[in-house]
Nanobody, 123 residues
Framework: QVQLVESGGGLVQAGGSLRLSCAAS????????MGWFRQSPGKERELVTA????????FYSDSVKGRFTISRDNAKNTVYLQMNSLKPEDTAVYSC????????????????WGQGTQVTVSS
């Protein structure tokens, strides 16, 4: 049974930082590219960042480039999202997702999803 479990969300003031984790079980993480998506009420789900299987090539949306950093530890089957200089517009439910082989910005192409963790940034 494949499970992705996110942790690390919460309430933070603007300018603050949070670190999200996504622990995978039931899969060999190194076979999957990983992405972090977010969705807030009334908005479409968007790919925030993604990382290749090896941890090499990465993708960042323009809205988070320079503030967020994705990383992974395949030995621990875990992906991380370090979020710095948070803004109120970063408020959303953040979900990690796994896609076999390469990452994609199309959420339907991901094979497995976590349940999501709420990130709220107050002004």
């Amino acid at each position: 049974q494949v499970q992705l479990v996110e942790s690390g969300g919460g309430l933070v003031q603007a300018g603050g930082s949070l670190r999200l984790s996504c622990a995978a079980s039931g899969v060999t993480a190194s076979n999957y590219a990983m992405g972090w998506f977010r969705q807030s009420p009334g908005k479409e789900r968007e790919l925030v960042t993604a990382i290749s299987r090896s941890g090499g090539p990465t993708f960042y949306s323009d809205s988070v480039k320079g503030r967020f950093t994705i990383s992974r530890d395949n030995a621990k089957n875990t992906v991380y999202l370090q979020m710095n200089s948070l803004k109120p517009e970063d408020t959303a439910v953040y979900s990690c997702a796994a896609r076999y082989s390469q990452y994609s910005n199309i959420f339907r192409e991901y094979n497995y999803w976590g349940q999501g963790t709420q990130v709220t940034v107050s002004s």
